[in-house]
């Protein structure tokens, strides 16, 4: 699928959503229940593991 554009970066919350169309809201959620993983980087920074991501969505669009 379209999902290897995730991988090797380090993607912002709000870029995420926008590129999925989901809101940011279910992007913190998603890390929250460790569907996906985040680095944080201080108390206002964090970003998106790629590889994560693509395979969370990888596996999402199978079931």
């Not at 569907?35 to 991501?53: E, F, N, P, Q, Y």
Request: with cysteine; net charge positive.
């Amino acid at each position: 699928m379209g999902f290897d554009r995730f991988r090797n970066r380090m993607i912002p919350p709000q870029k995420c959503a926008e590129e999925l169309s989901v809101s940011e809201f279910t992007i913190h959620r998603w890390i929250r229940e460790k569907k996906i993983r985040a680095v944080k980087l201080s108390s206002r920074c964090t970003r998106i593991i790629g590889d994560s991501l693509a395979e969370y969505l990888e596996t999402a669009a199978r079931a």
